[in-house]
């Protein structure tokens, strides 16, 4: 009976709609129940389902299945789609086979392709990609990725990029790290099973100047049997005084880590290390580069040098 009354509500006819917003169009007031192959709206259309291309100024609405192409300048919300969504702002679906791609948010329960937001993207299930600028949110990720930003968040993941990374079957530590210039950190790491992110801040014991410290990058699992890992790290690290001097440290290192107890890792191992700074204390620290530039009249000095990392982690 209810699927009699559905099929009746979205009428099986497929209609070409050309408006400006409903009941402004060639559907008009039945623009709700038909079921159209194209649609041009110049602000806003509704229809109860879509089948090739939709394009509208502000927003598409689509009231069942979209399963073309929905455009909106604004936003594209539909039951279920089974093509692409375009939105400058948000696509909103309550299930999704295909792409979702916005300027700001992609909102869909199970998702199984892939979401693109330049903000956010929230799903239940995902069996695929999401891509944001800031923060990913899913229930279970399976197939796929959580590339973000900034934060992903799932109960489950098989693989999540970003500076933090939240889920259930991953690792999270909290650890402190110093390195050959002194700078001792305290840095969250989050991630999965081969990939996770770092973030941290501390401050360096042996500048008068730049002190505060501040640190963000990537980590691999390279080796990983218990209680022995090889990590490797990719990491920029500044150290500010908020009045105009500076330093950046952009390093790769190699941890060998070992596991002392239950829940503590100790790791070391050496770094190939960029830097710049605009501080002759900067520097003159380091006795040997492997190449350098710069520093001469007022400019920023550049070099290449080999330093080190250490650390302890808590496993949380």
């Known amino acids: 009976m209810l699927a009699a009354i559905t099929s009746f509500a979205q009428q099986s006819s497929k209609k070409i709609n050309i408006g400006l917003v409903p009941p402004l169009s060639s559907n008009g007031a039945a623009a709700a129940r038909d079921t159209n192959s194209f649609s041009l709206n110049a602000i806003a259309g509704i229809s109860a389902g879509e089948t090739g291309f939709a394009i509208a100024g502000f927003a598409n609405i689509v009231r069942y299945n979209a399963d073309g192409v929905l455009i909106a300048g604004f936003m594209n919300t539909s039951g279920s789609g089974h093509g692409v969504e375009v939105a400058g702002f948000g696509n909103f679906a309550r299930s999704s086979s295909g792409s979702q791609i916005a300027g700001f948010a992609n909102v869909g329960g199970n998702v199984a392709a892939s979401q693109i937001g330049g903000f956010m993207n929230i799903a239940k299930n995902v069996r695929g990609v999401q891509l944001s600028g800031f923060i990913n949110v899913a229930k279970n990720v399976r197939g796929g990725a959580q590339v973000a930003g900034f934060i992903n968040i799932a109960d489950t993941a098989d693989w999540q990029i970003g500076i933090i990374n939240i889920s259930k079957n991953g690792e999270m530590t909290l650890g402190a790290t110093i390195d050959e ?29 730049d002190v505060y410290a501040f640190e963000a990058g990537m980590g691999a699992h390279v080796v990983h049997a218990e209680p022995f890992r090889l990590n490797a790290e990719l990491t920029s690290t500044s150290l500010l005084n908020f009045k105009g001097l500076t330093y950046f440290r952009s390093a790769f290192a190699l941890l060998p880590s070992i596991r002392l107890a239950d829940r503590v890792d100790l790791f070391a191992g050496p770094s190939f290390v960029y830097m710049q700074t605009n501080s002759n204390d900067d520097i003159m620290r380091q006795k040997k580069y492997i190449s350098s530039w710069g520093g001469k009249n007022g400019s920023d000095f550049y070099g290449f040098y080999i330093g080190y990392n250490a650390g302890i982690a808590f496993r949380l």
Do not use: C, H, Q, V
């Open 181 to 209: 210039n002194r700078t001792a950190l305290l840095s969250l790491r989050s991630g999965g099973k081969f990939l996770y992110g770092i973030i941290g801040a501390g401050y360096n014991l042996s500048n008068k100047k």
